[in-house]
């Protein structure tokens, strides 16, 4: 079993789900949202967790699709709020449609993931709702968080974790949660699960943070330096401002309203190599992968289960796009 | 028992209940619209179906909210895409915070509603969960619909009743078999509650279409012939269209930019007298009405729990606010 086949097992689920029909206005913005691809990697980790423990890992293919659909409503009503044109490099929603469209197409798409999530097998299905809902509501508060940092002069390290944390990694962490419980898990490898998926989450975002900056525009699929021209509180910013005087070259160049995007970046990225900031986010980023291997390795699931969601991990770990 | 019980005790509950707490930008809001009171006719509907079939109607109070908490979620959402400066007298979430915190706190509130859902007594979830979510789509098409219809020139009766089916009577049906769902009723006495629901529904929003026209201001609590100001295609406003000769002089209202509102309600209210429009409106809405005490009728309960909602039924025939 290889993840090539999850994955395209999924798409084409994916491609025929039918969210509903009329009107066209809010159904037409979900399936073209969902057709733009993205990584599919949080319902690959419910299939994951799920196939861990039983055989017929396509019966987790709709509570998989859940955290999908759920996934993609965030980024629907996100890009509203972020005010982005783009999204996998094509318009966003409320640029092709309008603002309206997108609130409530996300809204729709919102309770398209709680009917995928109905279709959960297992004996527990309360406890997997209310758990969803948790995770759900995380996700939004994390979302506020980033929002709010936006405004504010300093943000903590801790707060910054505390704040990808919800806003990305207890989603994964609920991923692969849910392959768990789906296959009846009891609660002790639920949690050893959503631990390693909440790890892997944050390391996730700190690869994500160092890729914006040190990453192959090519292979990566974005412009260098988007995080640094929008002055965004990344770990790696946070940890130059931490190491950096007061009234410093760093604070001039977040000041700046007048200037050329690429001397700002490159500027900026001179500044985190002096103080060495991008070792210490791959330490930082090592660190959570590691936790998520060593929980990986407490498992007690066959050793030829666990590999495709350690080949998983490797390959998050490693990603350069 | 008395409808002011159920009210007392439902709105003690909403006070007290914990939605969550940080951060403040997203619990905040929902406490906010979910203070500024209404009606709460639809979690009423809830407790008095569930009474119906059941003594310890306190065991419903938990559903009883997921449904009023849902429609505050689409008021919430609603608003924003209506730009409606104000809620029952009060700055709507996106006036007095900004719009990102009134689509992100609306999400949360109706992940709210999904986690008070999931408290529904009986032995049947899974049914109850789909049947809201199949709900919550309508409500949503209907609100689609709605702004659809603002953009044409004509629109049917028939659309007209399937819109506000979808965007208003759907729920009502739903809160009414959401009580007898909660009691384990089958499927025949569910059918038989969701169908009234749905019949005083349509009643309902025709009563309200009546009203702004010819509602005493006072009681009505706003301000009469905000409908026709703003040139909403209520069923008053389709069905004097229908009788209206091309060109007429309703047409010149609707079409005029530059006008004194008050004398565009009054010409409007007089072309409405001479078609005899209202009588039309509330020959509709009586046959809706109707059909709805007929179902009430047709339940095989003790006469003295049929009584609460009947007479429940009663005072949304004649409300005059």
Chains 1, 2 share one sequence.
Request: hydrophobic fraction near 40%; proline fraction near 3%.
């Amino acid at each position: 079993m290889a993840l090539e086949k999850y994955l395209e097992v999924l798409q084409n689920e994916l491609d025929t789900y039918q969210y509903g029909e009329k009107p066209k206005e809010l159904y037409e913005p979900i399936e073209y949202l969902m057709s733009l691809g993205g990584k599919r990697l949080r319902p690959a980790l419910t299939l994951m967790a799920y196939h861990l423990f039983e055989d017929d890992w396509q019966k987790a293919l709709k509570p998989a699709m859940a955290v999908e659909v759920f996934h993609n409503f965030t980024l629907m009503h996100d890009d509203i709020m972020d005010e982005a044109p783009l999204r996998r490099g094509q318009p966003t929603v409320h640029e092709k449609w309008n603002r309206d469209v997108a609130i409530l197409s996300g809204d729709v798409m919102l309770v398209a993931a709680y009917e995928l999530l109905s279709e959960s097998p297992g004996n527990d299905f309360k406890t997997i709702l209310k758990r969803f809902n948790r995770t759900a509501a995380e996700v939004c508060e994390g979302q506020q968080m980033d929002m709010n940092f936006a405004d504010r002069e300093t943000v903590t390290e801790e707060e910054y974790i505390e704040m990808i944390k919800l806003k990305t990694s207890v989603l994964l962490g609920f991923a692969l949660e849910l392959g768990a419980r789906s296959a009846g898990q009891p609660e002790e490898v639920v949690n050893q699960l959503y631990e390693i998926g909440v790890n892997l989450g944050i390391g996730f975002q700190l690869k994500d943070d160092i890729l914006d900056v040190y990453g192959d525009p090519i292979k990566f699929g974005k412009q260098i330096g988007g995080d640094i021209i929008e002055n965004k509180k990344t770990w790696l910013m946070l940890k130059a401002l931490e190491k950096s005087e007061a009234d410093s070259a760093l604070h001039h160049w977040i000041r700046a309203e007048d200037f050329e995007p690429q001397k700002k970046v490159q500027a900026v990225i001179e500044i985190y190599n002096a103080l060495g900031i991008k070792e210490l986010a791959e330490g930082a980023m090592t660190k959570c992968f590691n936790k998520g291997f060593e929980g990986i390795e407490k498992l007690e699931v066959p050793e030829e289960r666990k590999a495709i969601l350690r080949g998983f991990a490797e390959w998050l770990f490693g990603r350069d796009r």
